[in-house]
C-alpha cells in the first residue's frame, strides 16, 4: 500500500464524463438540451455511425459574451479547425444557428467562468441536435399566441417557410395533439395549452430522419388579458421576472367596476429595469407608478386604484440582476374590483426559539377597510380567527422553514382580501446550547445578500466552542464574522477576510463568556446557494472539556481493488479517559485510551465518508472530519520524485507524445509560486532540454476538466526553483540551457477533484505564430530568417489567402519615408549569402497598415475574408485597398510587395504562410534600399504609460504599457524593482511613481517610461436641514449662521480627518473649489443657499475631482417674539387654603401681547433655566404650590427653535372677601338684591 497526502473531497463537485456519442444516420437527430454552469467545462463528441458529415443545429440557448465560452470544433476534439466561438463571432443567441462538419466529427467544449451561467439564472437553456448531413433542414419559426379571452391558454403557430429538401412535412408536438402533415409552406396552429404548458414543436422531414427540427420549449406563463370577476375573491398573482423581461397584463373588470392592484411583496432593480402601471387598457394610458420615476424598488404595501375599469402593467428589464437571477425578491400581488376599502395588516415573524426551531407570524391588523368584520387564517390549517375591531393576532407555532401564508378576508365583500407573501424562518437566531446533551450541529448555505445572524448561549453558563467540518466563502466580498458575546458589539473572534481566510476546514474558536454571536453579510453575487462555495458544516458545543484532536490518511488500498482505508489518527485525547471512533457507513465503532492510529475502511471509491470522534465521558465533545473520498489509485508520477521521463520532440511537430491523468492525483506539496490555478492534483514530467527554447503543450484532453495548468521548473526534486507559469495549455519556455534537466507540473486550475486524461508534447517552440509574437527587423537593411512552422493547418480565408496554414507573423517599421519593396522567400535551404539552393515552397502573404505605434493592430480583427481581392500577381495595381496593402495566393515561392509613400514611423503587419506543410526557412528583405525615392525599415523599441492618474474611490489601477515590439517588461515603484512583475500591465493599489523598462530581446534594445497614480478617496455629501433663525429686534432680515454646524452632518460616517467640508455662496465656486466662507457667515438675502463641498483632504487643490457638493438655505424665519409679564389671579375658594387650578393656556394671549399665536407657541416653566431649554412645561391646569408662586413664560418660534423669549409672573390666590351681622341690629335687604 502506498500513502498519500489527505484528501478531504467535498460534496460539491462536477465530474463531467463525456463519452463519444454514435449518431445513426438511419435513425432521428441526436438531441440535447443542457443548462450550463459555472466554472462549466463539459465536453460533447459527436460521431457519425457510417463516416457521413454532420450537422450541428440550435434551436435555443443563450451564453454569457467575453466570460463564456462555446467552441464546436471541425473533428474529434479541441485541436481541430474551429467551426464557431461565440466570443470570436460575437454571438450570445444560438437560436437558429447551424454548422456542419467537414469530416464524420464535431467536437464541442465549455469554458465558462465563475457566475453568469444558465443554473444561476441568467442566460437561457440549450437545445440543439445533431444529425448526419444527407439532407437540406427545414426551416421553421415558432410563435406563441394567447387566447385568455376563453381562459388562460395560448396556441402556438408553426410558419413553415422552407421544406428544404423534402417533399412533405410533418409537424407534431408532445402534448398528443394530431400530427399535420404538408407539401407546402404555410402556417400551421397547435393547442390550446393551459397556461405554464411546456410545448416542444417537431417539424420532420419525412423523406429523411436527418432532417428534423425541434423547437425550444414554447409556453405562456401569464395572460397579458386577465378578467376581474367581481362577485369573486381577487385573482392572485406570483411573478419572478427575469433578464430582458418583457412580460406585460391587461386587467379588466367584469361589471365595468374600477380595478384595484396590490403588492403583498417584491422588490426590483432601480435604475435598470421598470415596472410601469397604467391607468386604462394599455401603455398610452396615464401612468400611476413607475418604479424609477417614483423612486421605489420595494413594492410591499403598495396599493393603486384605476379610474375606469382597466389597469395595464408592464415590465421592462435589462439582461442582468432580475428575480431569475436570484438578485431580488418575487413579485406577490393581487387584483380585485375596488368595491370595498381594503383592510390594512402586517406581519411579523416571531422567534420560538427557546421552545425548538419554531416561530410564530403576528398579525397586526391596523384598519378594518370598509368591513364590518375580518376572518384571517393561514394556509397550514390553524383556527381561522374573526374580528370585528382592529388588534394583533397570532398563529403558530410552525416548524422552521414552513411556508406561511396569511390571509385577511373583508366577510361583507370577496373583493377586499389581503394575502401576505411566504412567511418563513430558516435559522434560529438563538440557539440554546444543552450542556447535557451536546453540540447543535448547522449546516448552511449562504445565498446573496445574506445577512444571517446566530446567538448561540449556553443552558448552564459555560463557555462555547465553535468547531468548522467544511465550508468556503467568497474573499472580499463576503463576510463571516464571529463574536465574543450575545451581539454584534462584542470582541471580534474572527473575520474571513481580516483574517485572510476563505476554507472554514478546521477552524475552532472559543468564546470567554456563555454567548457568540455570528453574523453573515454578503454581496449580490457568487455565494454557496449561486453553487460558486460549499456549504458551512460547523457544531457549537458547550466548553466544558478540553477537545481531542485528530488527523485523517486516506490510505490506498488499490492492491485489493477499487478501493481505499482511512487512517484515523488521534494526536490527543483532551482531557477524555476513552474517545469513541466511527463513521457514517455502519463500521464498528472502535474506543480508544491512547494516542495512536486506527484504521478505517475499506470503502469503495467515490464515495462519501465522515469520521466521528467522541468523547466518551462528555457529550458536547464531539469532531467531525469533512467528507472524505478516493477518487481512484493515485498515479506513479502523483510527485516529483516518481516524474515520468518525457520524450522531447526534435522537431516542430508532435510526433512523441507522453500519456497522464490527474485523476485520484493529490497535492505533492511543492509551493504554488506564481500559478493562479490551485496544484491540489499535480503530476509531474522531466525532460532534457533538446533546444533553448522550447514549446510545452497539453494536447488530447479527454474525461474530465479541459482547464489545465502547467509549470516548468529547473533543478532537482526537494530544491525546485519556478521558471514560469501558464493557466493555458500550451506555452512557450524562457532561455533553457540544453542538456539540462526540466520539470513540468500539470494540475487543474479548481480546487476540486478532475478526471482529466491528456497527453503531453515537449518540441522546439516556433516563434511567431500568432500577431503578438510578430518578429520585427532588427538592423536596417538587414534580412529577417527564420525557420518556418509546420503542422497547423487553417482553413480560414483571410483578404485574399483561401487558407492560412502554419502563419509566421512580421512587424515592419519605417525608417526613412518612401518606397519599400520588400521579396519574401521561402526554399528549404539557404547558402552563407542569403541565396535559396534547396527546394522551393510555396508561400503566400498579406500584409496590412499603415498603423502607428498607439495602435492595438492584433486586436483589430485582421482575420477577415475579402472575396474580391485578387493576388497582386494577377492585379498588381488592386492594392492598396482599405487596410490592406498587399496580398498574393500565388503557387509560387518568392513573393514580391510594395509599399508606397511610406512615411517614417509607420507600422506595417506582414502573415506569411506556408501553404507547402513541408519545413523549410523563411527570408524576408527590402531589395530597394540606397535606390533613389526608396525608403528604409528600422526598428526601434518605445513605451507609453499613458498619463498620470489621479483615482476617485477606485481600489486600484492597472497599468498597461504599450510597446509593440517589447519581449521582456521589468517594473519598478519609486525606484525599486517589483519582484515577479514581467507581464505588460501592472495593477497597483498605493499612491507612488511607477517605471516600467520594455526589451526588445531580437533587437537587444530598451526603453522607460514613468507614470505618477494617487489614489484618493471617494467623497459623499449627505443632505442636511436647512439652518432656520429669527430676526434680531433690529428686522433687518441678517444674521450670523454657524456654518460649520452642518459639518457633521455633511459628513456623516466619514472622518473629518479624512475629508474637509467648505462652504460657498454659488454651486460653480463650490465645484472650483474657491471663495470658501468663513463660519459664522451673516446671510446677504433671506433665504440664502449655501453650497458645501466635501473633498477628500489629500486631494485638495489637486484637481482631481475626488468631490461632491451639497446644499442648504440659510432661512431666517421672522422677528424673535417677546414675552409680556402679566401676573394671573384668582380668587380662593371657601377653603381658603390658598390653593386654585389655574389655566394656563389661557393666560397665553396675555404673554403673547397681540403677537399672532399660529406663529408663536407659549409654555410655562417652574424655573428660568427650564424656561430657556423648554425643558419640563407645566401642563395645565395647573394648581400653585405657593401663594403667590412665581413661574416663567417662554414665547418661541414654530419656524425656529432657538428664536425665543422668557418672562415671569405671579400667580396669585386672592382671599374671598369676609363679613358679620351684629344681632342688635336689624338689617334689611333692598329689593333685587341678593342676600347674603
Not at 1039 to 1062: K, M
Request: net charge negative; hydrophobic share 35%; with cysteine.
Amino acid at each position: 500500500m502506498k500513502k498519500i497526502t489527505f484528501l478531504i473531497v467535498f460534496l460539491l463537485f462536477f465530474i463531467h464524463l463525456n463519452a463519444q456519442t454514435s449518431v445513426d444516420c438511419n435513425g432521428t437527430p441526436v438531441n440535447t438540451t443542457y443548462c450550463y454552469g459555472n466554472n462549466d467545462t463539459t465536453t460533447w463528441l459527436f460521431t457519425s455511425n457510417d463516416g457521413s458529415l454532420l450537422r450541428i443545429t440550435f434551436s435555443a440557448g443563450t451564453i454569457e459574451g467575453f466570460f463564456d465560452d462555446l467552441t464546436i470544433y471541425d473533428g474529434t476534439d479541441n485541436t481541430a479547425p474551429v467551426l464557431f466561438n461565440n466570443n470570436t463571432d460575437g454571438i450570445q443567441d444560438f437560436t437558429g444557428l447551424t454548422f456542419d462538419s467537414s469530416g464524420d466529427s464535431l467536437f464541442l467544449e465549455v469554458d465558462s467562468d465563475g457566475s453568469v451561467s444558465c443554473t444561476s439564472g441568467a442566460r437561457l437553456e440549450w437545445n440543439f441536435d445533431v444529425a448526419c448531413a444527407t439532407c437540406v433542414n427545414p426551416v421553421a419559426t415558432y410563435t406563441v399566441t394567447e387566447d385568455c379571452l376563453n381562459g388562460p391558454q395560448f396556441f402556438v403557430d408553426v410558419d413553415l417557410t422552407d421544406l428544404g429538401s423534402a417533399t412533405s412535412i410533418t409537424i407534431s408536438d408532445n402534448q398528443g395533439s394530431t400530427a399535420q402533415t404538408t407539401s407546402a409552406i404555410g402556417l400551421f396552429s397547435f393547442g390550446p395549452f393551459v397556461n405554464n404548458t411546456n410545448v416542444i414543436i417537431t417539424v420532420a422531414n419525412d423523406d429523411d430522419s436527418n432532417c428534423v427540427l425541434t423547437s425550444s420549449s414554447l409556453t405562456q406563463d401569464q395572460c397579458v388579458l386577465n378578467t376581474v370577476d367581481c362577485t369573486q375573491p381577487p385573482l392572485q398573482f406570483n411573478y419572478c421576472y427575469g433578464n430582458n423581461d418583457t412580460t406585460s397584463w391587461l386587467f379588466t373588470s367584469s361589471d365595468g367596476s374600477p380595478v384595484r392592484i396590490s403588492f403583498n411583496s417584491g422588490t426590483i432593480e432601480g435604475f435598470f429595469d421598470d415596472l410601469t402601471i397604467y391607468d386604462g387598457p394599455n401603455n398610452a394610458s396615464p401612468v400611476l407608478f413607475n418604479n424609477n420615476t417614483d423612486g421605489i424598488q420595494d413594492f410591499t404595501g403598495l396599493v393603486f386604484d384605476s379610474t375606469g375599469d382597466s389597469l395595464f402593467m408592464e415590465v421592462d428589464s435589462d439582461g442582468s440582476v432580475s428575480c431569475q437571477s436570484g438578485s431580488r425578491l418575487e413579485w406577490d400581488f393581487t387584483v380585485a374590483c375596488a368595491t370595498c376599502v381594503n383592510p390594512v395588516a402586517s406581519y411579523t415573524i416571531d422567534e420560538d426559539c427557546i421552545n425548538g426551531p419554531q416561530f410564530f407570524v403576528d398579525v397586526d391588523l391596523t384598519d378594518l377597510g370598509s368591513a364590518t368584520s375580518i376572518t384571517i387564517s393561514d394556509n397550514q390549517g390553524s383556527t381561522p380567527q374573526n374580528t370585528n375591531a382592529t388588534g394583533q393576532f397570532t398563529f403558530g407555532p410552525f416548524p422552521n422553514n414552513t411556508d406561511v401564508v396569511i390571509t385577511v378576508a373583508n366577510d361583507d365583500d370577496a373583493n377586499c382580501t389581503l394575502t401576505s407573501s411566504s412567511l418563513t424562518q430558516d435559522q434560529c437566531v438563538l440557539n440554546l446550547v444543552d450542556c447535557a446533551v451536546g453540540p447543535v450541529d448547522i449546516l448552511y448555505c449562504y445565498g446573496n445578500n445574506d445577512t444571517t445572524t446566530w446567538l448561540f448561549s449556553s443552558t448552564d453558563g459555560s463557555p462555547l466552542r465553535i468547531a468548522f467540518n467544511s465550508g468556503t466563502i467568497e474573499g472580499f466580498f463576503d463576510d463571516l464574522t464571529i463574536y465574543d458575546g450575545p451581539d454584534n458589539t462584542g470582541a471580534v473572534l474572527f473575520n474571513n477576510n481580516v483574517d485572510g481566510i476563505q476554507d472554514f476546514t478546521g477552524l475552532v474558536f472559543q468564546s470567554t463568556g456563555d454567548s457568540m454571536f455570528l453574523e453573515v453579510d454578503s454581496d449580490g453575487s457568487v455565494s454557496c446557494q449561486s453553487g460558486s462555495r460549499l456549504e458551512w458544516d460547523f457544531s457549537v458545543s458547550c466548553a466544558t472539556c478540553i477537545p481531542q484532536t485528530a488527523n485523517y490518511l486516506v490510505v490506498d488500498d488499490c492492491d485489493n481493488g477499487d478501493q481505499f482505508l482511512i487512517d484515523v489518527e488521534i494526536t490527543s485525547l483532551g482531557d477524555a479517559v476513552s474517545l469513541t471512533i466511527s463513521d457514517n457507513q455502519g463500521s464498528t465503532p472502535v474506543q480508544v485510551t491512547t494516542t495512536g492510529t486506527t484504521q478505517f475502511g475499506p470503502y469503495p471509491f467515490l464515495t462519501d465518508i465522515i469520521i466521528t470522534v467522541a468523547n466518551d465521558d462528555d457529550p458536547n465533545c464531539i469532531i467531525n472530519s469533512g467528507p472524505i473520498q478516493q477518487l481512484a489509485c493515485p498515479p506513479d508520477n502523483d510527485n516529483c520524485d516518481g516524474a515520468f521521463v518525457a520524450n522531447v520532440n526534435d522537431d516542430d511537430t508532435c510526433a512523441l507524445l507522453n500519456p497522464g491523468s490527474i485523476i485520484a492525483a493529490s497535492d505533492s506539496g511543492v509551493p504554488s509560486g506564481t500559478c493562479t490555478g490551485d496544484p491540489d492534483d499535480d503530476v509531474w514530467f522531466e525532460f532534457i532540454a533538446l533546444n533553448d527554447v522550447q514549446f510545452v503543450s497539453i494536447l488530447n484532453i479527454t474525461g474530465g476538466t479541459t482547464n489545465l495548468d502547467h509549470a516548468v521548473y529547473e533543478g532537482s526534486c526537494g530544491s525546485l526553483v519556478e521558471l514560469y507559469c501558464s493557466d493555458n495549455v500550451a506555452s512557450i519556455t524562457p532561455q533553457l540551457v540544453v542538456g539540462n534537466t526540466y520539470y513540468v507540473r500539470v494540475f487543474s486550475a479548481g480546487s476540486i477533484p478532475e478526471t482529466s486524461n491528456f497527453d503531453l508534447c515537449i518540441r522546439e517552440a516556433p516563434s511567431n505564430t500568432i500577431c503578438e509574437n510578430a518578429a520585427n527587423f532588427c538592423v536596417q537593411g538587414g534580412a529577417l530568417v527564420g525557420n518556418n512552422v509546420i503542422g497547423l493547418p487553417n482553413s480560414q480565408d483571410v483578404a485574399c489567402l483561401g487558407t492560412i496554414p502554419n502563419p509566421s507573423w512580421n512587424v515592419i517599421q519605417i525608417g526613412d519615408p518612401g518606397v519599400i519593396e520588400i521579396q519574401i522567400v521561402q526554399n528549404t535551404n539557404f547558402d552563407a549569402n542569403g541565396n535559396p539552393i534547396g527546394t522551393p515552397l510555396d508561400v503566400d502573404f498579406v500584409l496590412w497598415g499603415p498603423f502607428d505605434n498607439q495602435t492595438d493592430y492584433c486586436a483589430l480583427d485582421l482575420l477577415v475574408d475579402c472575396p474580391t481581392c485578387p493576388n497582386n500577381t494577377s492585379n498588381p495595381n488592386f492594392y492598396p485597398f482599405g487596410n490592406i496593402v498587399d496580398c498574393s495566393y500565388d503557387p509560387a515561392s518568392v513573393e514580391n510587395m510594395t509599399i508606397d509613400n511610406a512615411l517614417a514611423g509607420e507600422i506595417y503587419v506582414l502573415l506569411v504562410t506556408n501553404f507547402s506543410n513541408q519545413s523549410g526557412v523563411i527570408q524576408i528583405q527590402q531589395t530597394n534600399l540606397g535606390d533613389p525615392g526608396a525608403g528604409s525599415i528600422t526598428a526601434e523599441i518605445e513605451v507609453d504609460l499613458g498619463e498620470d492618474q489621479q483615482l476617485c474611490g477606485f481600489p486600484d489601477y492597472t497599468i498597461t504599457a504599450d510597446s509593440p515590439f517589447a519581449d521582456v517588461y521589468e517594473w519598478y515603484q519609486n525606484g525599486f524593482i517589483i519582484d515577479g512583475e514581467t507581464g505588460d500591465s501592472l495593477t497597483v493599489t498605493e499612491s507612488d511613481s511607477y517605471t516600467v523598462i520594455v526589451y526588445d530581446e531580437q533587437c537587444d534594445v530598451q526603453a522607460q517610461d514613468t507614470i505618477i497614480v494617487t489614489f484618493y478617496n471617494d467623497a459623499n455629501a449627505n443632505p442636511v436641514d436647512d439652518i432656520v433663525t429669527c430676526d434680531d429686534p433690529t428686522g433687518d432680515n441678517v444674521e450670523d449662521f454657524d456654518l460649520e454646524s452642518q459639518t457633521n452632518g455633511i459628513l456623516g460616517s466619514q472622518s473629518p480627518s479624512d475629508f474637509v467640508v467648505t462652504y460657498h455662496l454659488s454651486l460653480a465656486d463650490a465645484q472650483a473649489g474657491i471663495n470658501a466662507l468663513s463660519s459664522p457667515y451673516f446671510n446677504i438675502s433671506n433665504p440664502q443657499t449655501i453650497y458645501a463641498r466635501v473633498e477628500d483632504v489629500d486631494a485638495v487643490n489637486s484637481g482631481s475631482g475626488c468631490f461632491t457638493t451639497t446644499s442648504f438655505d440659510l432661512i431666517i424665519s421672522g422677528p424673535t417674539p417677546t414675552a409680556t409679564s402679566v401676573d394671573f389671579e384668582l380668587c380662593d375658594d371657601s377653603s381658603r387654603d390658598g390653593v386654585e387650578s389655574f389655566d394656563l393656556d389661557s393666560h397665553s394671549s396675555f404673554i403673547l401681547d397681540g403677537q399672532d399665536d399660529s406663529l408663536f407657541s407659549v409654555s410655562y416653566h417652574s424655573n428660568q433655566a427650564e424656561a430657556e431649554t423648554g425643558a419640563n412645561p407645566l401642563s395645565s391646569p395647573y394648581v400653585n404650590t405657593s401663594n403667590p408662586e412665581l413661574i416663567y413664560a417662554r414665547v418661541e418660534s414654530n419656524q425656529a427653535f432657538d428664536c425665543f423669549a422668557t418672562t415671569s409672573f405671579n400667580l396669585i390666590v386672592n382671599d374671598i372677601p369676609v363679613t358679620s351681622f351684629d344681632d342688635n341690629f336689624d338689617f334689611e335687604v333692598c329689593p333685587n338684591a341678593t342676600v347674603p
